[in-house]
């Protein structure tokens, strides 16, 4: 560790920091552009000039490593100075088109022009402009107004660095250089989108997210993505309820700064529920009915749990995997089944540049087998389902594509059946009873990674509807069971339950999911690539 | 000097070069090229001049063979390319005729060859004339400025013109 | 002063291995090969030798940086990229004495224990590339070069790398980024290229005339060379004149001549018995001198003293016609072509001031343009940028608004209103490889 003062504010940092992250440490932001923690450093946008004691010029924080005793000055007239010509010289050419600009609310030149830059510009000059990649696709997700850009080439490391696809580059040289692909073919990459997010200003954004929504209205909700096991950590931009986006969220130990497409793409299914309440077969049709109704239907048809069969899904959170596993294991007897399946491979860098790789698609698989539930594959629950006889209790039905086949619909259309859903598939049109679920956003849990990390979900906002998140149907359902323990009314309760009995999760707690960057489960090891 | 010394070059047809394959004859260049450096990469500038020498131009397909040979991405060559003014990525004519306008050339009259030279060919800078001859690009210092004005045409300088010098030299290019 | 590096320049056949031998070529690598490294290292230091490719930092310091312990392979690029305007006198090494230069690359590499080095020449040097594979072919032949070099068992390969048309591959990080096959970018320092440099290795870079005055060293003794010019600036020199000179040309002279001797002596006046009006000391990126400075001495402390820049020793030499807002824009056309625009005062300064000097020009300057320029040029320069391409383009600003500010400002009196229309955009650089200016 060395010593370094920074407006004078002593800080420790490791030896080989550099001064920009040793500021972080002291509290202190120093503007950057084409500085990233989890790219190379350049050291060319310069707007991170410091003044170091006893340097004759100003040194950028990027690329000088603390020394020890060093004494840097963030903000002296020199660098006041300094910064105001750099950001001025930025804007030069940018065009000030923010009104209609979809970074506006998260772009890096307003938010220090506005903290560091000069109030009036000496620019008349005609700006330079790019008149054929002003609004052009780059490719499928991404929009390229090369106008805007800085030059920063965050995008281009990003691409040679992180997804190792090479696909951006700088193309001729000086004030006219642009950003672009070979020969101008579309950027397709399974993380092209994270060149957005890496992009300091509007040069390129997310096509699906331009001009949806206004970023400083969206409420932000840290999450985890749902789209495979890995589990990285997501950002849910959302308002009123409705989900505007997944952004990546920092965790070096999972997926450094970065997510795939598909994985990011997801934010849409979140929206748009089918089911809004409880609903009860009459005939031939499903009829809304109120939550007691539908709960004491359930509690007939399931009985006392003789010849029940219940799924259960790896796309449930720990908690309302274990009241499952407590109520219909150990309370009912009741075989359950969890199903998995081989899905296409999802990969993701983590902050030390480790590939994680899964082809599981589903964020909980290993919660489920860490609580002792049974794991099954597609021919598994095809039996399962096959040599039924009884009622059967579906906790999710987006638990396997198998559910969605109208085979098996057939094969059990004969026994009662109970689904919890969002919305409609075959199997909920087929059901005795559906009770609607809560969305991603709306429910709050943790989830066991691949990798063996718990890490949890919150939950950003209530279901406007009569839905209910799958732990808290459990815990309605462990009620009318009479099942021990309870009443459980939030998942940090069901939690601490949890941890206390099953194993591998003991000594875990809210606070540590709040600071680490997800616990490791006792027992595990990390399969890292 | 006024003997024109410069041969003509050759432009393959784009057609040609939609998709490319190194002959064996390349192939062996390239290897030697190899031999010089402790990575594949550091080749890419000599291989990107063996390749204009060959076809006179660098089309797409030709900077993707390149790519695949030196395990880099096209996208990366193609950076590289455009990064330097002397690898043409679009045919060019037969004569690259050059002027030097920076500082030196142009105390010593420079400015009086390009005002000819656009006269003459009826194109301006970065155009080629008609009949795909000659290809006008004002170029910057060309190190040779003691020597001014120079023009370098194809890969030879000629120095110490006069726009009758210039003339005669344009004038004796072969074919 | 007798020629030394010039010494061939009227001789017939001068590039050829044999006449060459006849000059007594390849005698002081004779003498060095039975040399310890470190010997060499220590009288090249003790000539006083300073880098002839502008920035005049002493070889010898250079080659101690190099870490002797690492177990890295080392490096040696000879720097024939030869492009700052003004400058042409490698060009001139290479077309009178190839064997000297490579010579010199054998004893350097030798001294710092390098068995590699490559001629980093600009892509227009066609022929002088040729001429140097050709010395280098004539060189392995006589076992100059190659396997057990003269039965020493030193070991060396002289590789010829061609630029492709970039100014800024003459700055040493660059030059390296584009042997290494990429974007000729200059690199963040540190680390320097002594430790971690071409192919992250222990690299020197030197300049084609500096590497040419090693075997005289070797050959006639650190305290022969020492005796040629003035304390802390030693040696023969080549300096490159150009512009409004009746003879132009490469003129080997000592250091620490003066100017009014080169301009009036050597190169025979100022053309057509016209008055000076200035010169450009060093290159076009140093800041041009009123006529009023001709007496100062050409050498790299008495040119800094009066704030400008020795750097190539090349001299650009202006007459009273010359138009210096015209020259100005001639300067900066040239300096933001040559951006490698990676970072951000050079590359939107650059052009921005070039902007201005444009409008200038067409009479539509405005009163606070001069300060917009001197605000540009001071803070683009001075350590704001990665490399020192930013200190080239605002050396030519701060040179010319210093000494020949009127002109400047008699063209802003008669200018113009700003015209409502906007002034037409100018073409943008198409990323072909062709530039229409």
Redo the contacts between chains.
């Keep these: 560790m060395v010593s370094v003062t920074i407006d004078g504010h002593e800080v420790q940092v490791p030896e080989g920091t550099n001064v920009l992250e040793a500021a972080k440490k002291a509290g202190i932001t120093i503007p950057h552009y084409c500085y990233h923690p989890g790219l190379r450093v350049v050291g060319q946008c310069r707007v991170c000039l410091v003044e170091i004691e006893g340097m004759p010029k100003l040194a950028t924080a990027c690329s000088t490593q603390v020394r020890d005793g060093m004494n840097i000055l963030t903000h002296s007239e020199r660098v006041d100075e300094a910064r105001g010509a750099v950001l001025e010289f930025l804007l030069a050419n940018h065009p000030l088109d923010c009104p209609v600009c979809d970074q506006a609310g998260e772009c890096y030149l307003q938010d220090y022009a506005f903290d560091f830059g000069l109030d009036t510009t000496h620019m008349v000059d005609e700006k330079r402009r790019y008149p054929e990649r002003e609004r052009r696709m780059l490719g499928p997700h991404i929009v390229q107004n090369q106008n805007r850009c800085i030059h920063c080439t965050r995008c281009i490391r990003f691409t040679q660095e992180i997804s190792e696809t090479h696909d951006l580059t700088m193309k001729a040289r000086g004030n006219h250089q642009y950003i672009d692909t070979f020969n101008g073919e579309p950027y397709e990459n399974p993380w092209s989108a994270c060149a957005a997010d890496v992009c300091p200003v509007g040069a390129l954004t997310v096509k699906e997210f331009r001009f949806r929504a206004r970023v400083w209205r969206l409420d932000d909700t840290p999450s985890v993505c749902p789209g495979c096991s890995i589990g990285c950590n997501i950002t849910i931009g959302h308002r009123n309820g409705i989900v505007y986006r997944f952004v990546p969220r920092e965790n070096a130990e999972i997926n450094g700064w970065w997510m795939c497409d598909y994985g990011r793409f997801l934010s849409e299914q979140l929206n748009g529920r089918e089911i809004e309440k409880p609903l009860i077969r009459s005939g031939d049709r499903l009829a809304a009915a109120p939550w007691p109704d539908a709960l004491n239907e359930l509690a007939k048809i399931i009985g006392d749990g003789n010849g029940v069969r219940v799924i259960a899904s790896a796309n449930l959170s720990n908690e309302a995997l274990y009241l499952a596993k407590k109520l219909f294991v150990e309370k009912l007897g009741a075989e359950v089944l969890v199903p998995s399946e081989t899905g296409p491979e999802r990969a993701i860098k983590n902050g030390h540049r480790d590939w994680i790789r899964s082809r599981d698609p589903h964020p909980n698989t290993d919660g489920a087998r860490l609580l002792g539930l049974n794991t099954g594959d597609t021919s598994a629950l095809q039996d399962f389902l096959i040599t039924s006889a009884g009622p059967v209790v579906i906790l999710d039905a987006t638990a396997h594509p198998l559910l969605a086949s109208e085979e098996i619909v057939q094969a059990i259309k004969n026994q009662p059946v109970i689904a919890i859903a969002g919305k409609h598939t075959p199997v909920t049109r087929a059901a005795r009873i559906v009770l609607p679920a809560a969305s991603w956003l709306e429910t709050e849990g943790t989830y066991t990674s691949s990798t063996g990390r718990v890490q949890r979900a919150e939950r950003g906002a209530h279901p406007k509807d009569e839905a209910k998140p799958s732990w808290e149907i459990l815990a309605l359902m462990a009620r009318l069971f009479g099942m021990e323990g309870g009443p459980f009314t939030r998942p940090q309760q069901i939690f601490e339950e949890l941890a206390a009995e099953v194993p591998a999760f003991a000594g875990i707690t809210y606070r540590r999911l709040a600071n680490e960057p997800g616990v490791p489960v006792l027992e595990e090891v990390a399969h890292v690539g | 000097m006024s003997v024109a010394h410069t041969q003509p070059l050759t432009m393959a047809p784009p057609e040609l070069l939609r998709e490319v394959h190194f002959d064996d004859e390349m192939e062996t260049k390239i290897s030697e090229l190899l031999k ?4 594949k ?6 291989v ?2 063996l390749c204009q020498e060959k076809w006179g131009w ?1 089309s ?1 397909g030709v ?2 063979a390149i790519a695949d040979r ?1 395990d ?19 045919p ?1 004519g037969k004569y690259l005729v050059q002027v030097c ?4 050339c ?3 009259g420079a400015s009086g060859l390009v005002e000819h030279l656009k006269e003459r060919f009826g194109i ?4 080629t004339t008609p009949d795909g001859r000659f ?1 006008l ?12 004005p120079v023009v ?1 045409i194809n ?3 000629y120095t110490r013109l006069t726009v009758e010098t210039l003339d005669q030299i344009l004038d004796e290019l072969p074919e | 002063m007798e020629p030394i590096l010039l010494k061939a320049e009227h001789e017939k056949n001068s590039r050829a291995l044999t006449t060459y031998l006849n000059r007594g070529g390849y005698s002081a690598l004779k003498k060095a090969l039975i040399m310890n490294p470190e010997d060499i290292r220590e009288e090249v230091k003790k000539s006083g030798l300073r880098g002839r490719g502008g920035a005049g930092f002493p070889t010898g310091v250079k080659w101690g940086f190099v870490p002797q312990d690492s177990p890295k392979p080392k490096y040696l690029i000879c720097n024939a990229d030869e492009s700052e305007p003004g400058t042409f006198k490698d060009r001139k090494l290479i077309h009178t004495d190839p064997h000297m230069l490579i010579e010199g690359i054998i004893i350097s590499s030798y001294a710092i224990n390098a068995y590699t080095a490559y001629i980093y020449i600009r892509g227009e040097f066609y022929e002088e590339a040729q001429i140097l594979e050709k010395a280098i072919a004539e060189a392995y032949k006589k076992h100059y070069l190659g396997k057990n070099i003269l039965k020493t068992g030193y070991d060396l390969d002289v590789y010829v790398h061609r630029g492709a048309g970039a100014y800024i591959c003459g700055e040493e990080t660059a030059l390296m980024e584009s042997i290494e096959g990429k974007r000729g970018q200059p690199r963040v320092k540190p680390p320097f290229p002594a430790v971690v440099g071409l192919f992250g290795c222990p690299t020197v870079i030197n300049n084609v005339e500096t590497l040419a005055c090693v075997p005289h060293i070797i050959e006639r003794g650190a305290d022969w060379f020492a005796s040629i010019g003035r304390p802390r600036n030693t040696g023969p020199k080549l300096f490159c004149v150009s512009g409004h000179v009746n003879r132009p040309g490469v003129y080997e002279l000592p250091l620490g001549v003066t100017y009014r001797e080169i301009i009036e002596e050597h190169c025979g006046g100022v053309r057509d018995g016209k008055k000076l009006k200035g010169f450009i000391p060093g290159g076009s990126s140093a800041p041009v001198l009123p006529a009023s400075a001709i007496d100062i001495k050409a050498d790299f402390d008495s040119v800094a003293e009066a704030g400008s820049m020795f750097g190539s020793g090349a001299l650009i030499v202006l007459d009273e016609t010359t138009d210096m807002v015209w020259l100005l824009e001639n300067l900066l056309t040239f300096y933001t072509h040559e951006s490698c625009g990676q970072c951000t005062p050079c590359r939107e300064g650059g052009h921005w001031a070039l902007e201005i000097v444009r409008r200038i020009r067409r009479g539509y300057g405005r009163p606070e343009d001069l300060e917009t320029l001197e605000r540009i040029s001071r803070f683009a320069s001075q350590g704001m940028t990665l490399c020192p391409l930013g200190d080239a383009f605002c050396g030519p600003i701060t040179g010319v608004l210093k000494h020949f500010r009127g002109e400047f400002e008699a063209a802003i009196a008669k200018a113009k209103p700003l015209p409502k229309k906007k002034l037409p955009v100018l073409p943008v650089r198409s990323g072909r490889g062709t530039f229409g200016m």
């Design positions: 010089r450096y402790p990575t990469q550091a080749a890419l500038l000599p990107l001049w660098l797409s900077l993707k030196l880099l991405s096209p996208a990366f060559v193609e950076g590289v390319t455009t990064f330097y003014t002397m690898y043409h990525t679009e060019t306008t920076t500082l030196s142009q105390l010593c301006d800078f970065g155009e290809t690009l004002g170029v910057q210092c060309l190190g040779a400025c003691g020597e001014g370098q890969n030879d300088y």
